[in-house]
T-cell receptor, first 117, second 113 residues
Framework: NAGVMQNPRHLVRRRGQEARLRCSPM?????VYWYRQLPEEGLKFMVY????????ESGMPKERFSAEFPKEGPSILRIQQVVRGDSAAYFC???????????????FGSGTQLSVL | AQRVTQPEKLLSVFKGAPVELKCNYS??????LFWYVQYSRQRLQLLLR??SRESIKGFTADLNKGETSFHLKKPFAQEEDSAMYYC???????????????FGQGTILTVHP
């Protein structure tokens, strides 16, 4: 099991372009979480998705950001019209199910470093 | 609102010395507290949880509800403990806890030989 896979590892975009970040959960995991880490800060929750459903998007900026987790394929975090302030490390985590203590089975990917020029 | 504070960005100790990484939290309900660790060039991984009350790699952490703290301690630090440590909190979201965590800013621990 290769673990949670994120790609690309590094992504460079110019202001106004779109950024697409991909996350393939661990085999057998159907729950995906996206976190953002701005420089000098801790990870901040963005969104929680199950297959074809957004469960909690309370941490997502209201504009330009969207996330999906289709029935087939990886979860995608999409940032439209990127600005310099979007430069950050974006982490994905996955878990197998909602269990009594799912955080014990929460696994993180290596992250995507987004740089906006 | 939930908040986790790690007051020290950097912490340096010598091998064999005791180490304590501080973590304070604010949360109105009954939180679950965790310590995550990220070794150099590796992924973020769970170190320990307050619920399990276990010792992992010699580290322990006790939840002090009176002081709203969850400090991570090890009596004798080793060089391989050098890493970034994050304290995290999971609130009781409608009775179902899942992977929505509030992280502190992290503390970089360096253990010198």
């Amino acid at each position: 099991n290769a673990g949670v896979m994120q790609n690309p590892r590094h992504l460079v975009r110019r202001r106004g372009q779109e950024a697409r970040l991909r996350c393939s959960p661990m085999k057998g995991h159907s729950h995906v979480y996206w976190y953002r880490q701005l420089p000098e800060e801790g990870l901040k929750f963005m969104v929680y998705l199950q297959k074809e459903n957004i469960i909690d998007e309370s941490g997502m900026p209201k504009e330009r950001f969207s996330a999906e987790f289709p029935k087939e394929g990886p979860s995608i975090l999409r940032i439209q019209q990127v600005v310099r302030g979007d430069s950050a490390a974006y982490f994905c985590a996955s878990s197998p199910q909602i269990a009594r203590e799912p955080t014990e089975k929460l696994f993180f990917g290596s992250g995507t470093q987004l740089s906006v020029l | 609102a939930q908040r986790v504070t790690q007051p020290e960005k950097l912490l340096s100790v010598f091998k064999g010395a005791p180490v304590e990484l501080k973590c304070n939290y604010s949360y109105s309900g009954s939180p679950e507290l965790f310590w995550y660790v990220q070794y150099s060039r590796q992924r973020l991984q769970l170190l320990l949880r307050h619920i399990s009350r276990e010792s992992i790699k010699g580290f322990t952490a006790d939840l002090n509800k009176g002081e709203t703290s969850f400090h991570l301690k090890k009596p004798f630090a080793q060089e391989e403990d050098s890493a970034m440590y994050y304290c995290a909190l999971s609130g009781d979201a409608g009775g179902t806890s899942y992977g929505k965590l509030t992280f502190g800013q992290g503390t970089i621990l360096t253990v010198h030989p």
